[in-house]
């Protein structure tokens, strides 16, 4: 009889928590919005077994199981992008116009954009959708009265792009943009280089890190910045949420589909969720808040979180919380790194640009949440995403 291991119902990693292949495996399948099982061999001894099993004797991590019965060992990102079927490589070299970024931003400018026959490459490191593909549920984006998981905004708005003939790239990062005469070219991860008469950066924003002791050293293991993408290895299991935005607070409500206890921490005598996020935070058992804490520090044993250290601010005193996992959310920072020494910026790392969204280079736009003024939210993302498409088919015109 067959072992059932090696036709899994969805995608098994083997792994540790000291593995930095692992960790990379595990944040592309994150990032690309794969769904899979994780399974640590140094807590499970026949698990240690099976990989020594499919590796001839040696235990070779990360050993990554497929449905189809296909089995990776310490791949690339390239290679997991290849066995999922993702499209890295473009069909031609030269574009009209080349997005870098596939949130609501950056697909809405492709699919207005190409729905006038403009040649449009979108190209896209992490999941399709940005931000909002991994947002619980969108209900305050107009149209949807009642609502719509992030998941299927992002794909239906991906589908939209590539029916009016945009071409996406996955799983491919942009390295550089550098101007060629009248042109700019993008160069990606892979060496790849691609020539447009316009290029809009559409690239968003991440959320910050704490910036703490230990932080760097768990992330990927049991510190992360995704809810929807690592939620689920907290079932039965207690989370500590940093952050009392709104952010902070939906996806800490969202955590509660797992985790026994979810606790979030505020770094302010006051929380700034909306009082509706407050409300419904208020009418759970197994939630509860705290402000006027400073977490500093998460404590490492054995790769694993030990203990976060936490200051009350009022009194100045420590105290050692003991959590399985911890989720940030401090806000944004923009996705900027391509701009910098180039176009301008402002003291934020914002790409600053005129009224027509057109950076300090011609030709270079942006628009969205990497933009100086930008309001960080889906709708004014996708609003501006169409005024950045109309303003460079006007400058396309002029070429």
């Given at each position: 009889m067959s072992?059932?291991?090696l036709t899994p119902?969805?995608?098994t990693?083997?792994g540790?928590g ?5 960790k ?10 794969v769904q899979y ?8 001894a026949d ?9 001839k004797?040696f ?24 066995k ?8 031609r ?7 870098i970024?596939?949130?609501p ?10 729905r006038?026959?403009?040649e ?7 999941g399709l959708?940005g ?7 969108l209900?305050n984006?107009?149209?949807f ?8 905004f ?7 792009a590539q029916?009016?003939?945009?071409e996406?790239?996955?799983?491919q ?5 550098n101007?060629?005469?009248?042109y700019?070219?993008?160069r ?7 020539g447009?008469k316009a ?5 968003g924003?991440h959320y ?8 760097d ?10 809810a929807?993408?690592d939620?689920a290895?907290?079932?039965g299991?207690k989370v ?5 935005g709104?952010?902070g ?15 979030i921490v505020e770094?302010?005598?006051?929380v700034k ?13 197994n939630?509860?808040?705290t402000?006027?804490?400073?977490v ?6 054995k ?8 200051e009350?601010?009022a009194?100045?005193d ?6 399985d ?6 806000g944004f ?17 914002s ?12 030709g270079?736009?942006?628009?969205g949440?990497?933009r100086a003024?930008?309001t ?14 109309l ?5 396309l015109?002029?070429?």
């Amino acid at each position: 009889m067959s072992d059932p291991r090696l036709t899994p119902e969805i995608i098994t990693l083997y792994g540790t928590g000291w593995c930095p292949d692992c960790k990379r495996s595990k944040q592309f399948f994150g990032e690309q919005r794969v769904q899979y099982n994780y399974v640590d061999i140094d807590q499970d001894a026949d698990s240690m077994a099976f990989v020594e099993m499919v590796n001839k004797g040696f235990r070779s991590i990360p050993t990554i199981v497929f449905p189809d019965g296909g089995i990776l060992v310490e791949p690339s990102n390239a290679q997991l992008a290849e066995k999922l079927g993702m499209n890295t490589r473009a069909k031609r070299t030269f574009y009209d116009a080349i997005i870098i970024g596939s949130g609501p931003t950056g697909l809405t400018a492709a699919l207005y954009l190409a729905r006038e026959g403009v040649e449009t490459l979108v190209i896209e490191k992490a999941g399709l959708g940005g931000q909002a593909g991994i947002t619980q549920t969108l209900d305050n984006f107009p149209g949807f009265d009642e609502g719509i998981p992030g998941a299927e905004f992002a794909a239906r708005l991906t589908r939209q792009a590539q029916k009016f003939g945009a071409e996406i790239l996955q799983a491919q990062d942009v390295t550089d943009i550098n101007q060629d005469g009248q042109y700019l070219c993008v160069r990606t991860a892979d060496g790849s280089e691609y020539g447009a008469k316009a290029v809009l950066l559409a690239t968003g924003a991440h959320y910050r890190r704490l910036g703490i002791p230990g932080e760097d050293d768990l992330v990927g293991a049991n510190v992360h910045f995704c809810a929807t993408c690592d939620g689920a290895f907290y079932k039965g299991k207690k989370v500590l949420v940093v952050g009392g935005g709104n952010s902070g607070f939906e996806e800490g409500l969202f955590l509660t589909r797992f985790a026994s206890q979810v606790d979030i921490v505020e770094f302010l005598p006051q929380v700034k969720a909306s009082k509706i996020l407050q409300d419904k935070v208020a009418e759970k058992e197994n939630m509860s808040v705290t402000v006027n804490h400073a977490v500093k520090e998460m404590r490492v044993k054995k790769n694993q979180l030990d203990a976060v250290i936490v200051e009350d601010r009022a009194t100045g005193d420590q105290k050692e919380w003991h959590y399985d996992g911890v989720f940030v959310f401090i806000g944004f920072s923009p996705n900027s790194d391509l701009a910098k020494g180039k176009a301008d910026l402002d003291q934020w790392g914002s790409v600053v640009t005129d009224k027509t969204l057109m950076t300090s280079i011609p030709g270079l736009f942006a628009a969205g949440d990497v933009r100086a003024g930008s309001t960080k939210q889906a709708a004014s993302a996708a609003g501006e995403g169409a005024t950045a498409a109309l303003m460079i088919r006007q400058y396309l015109s002029g070429k």
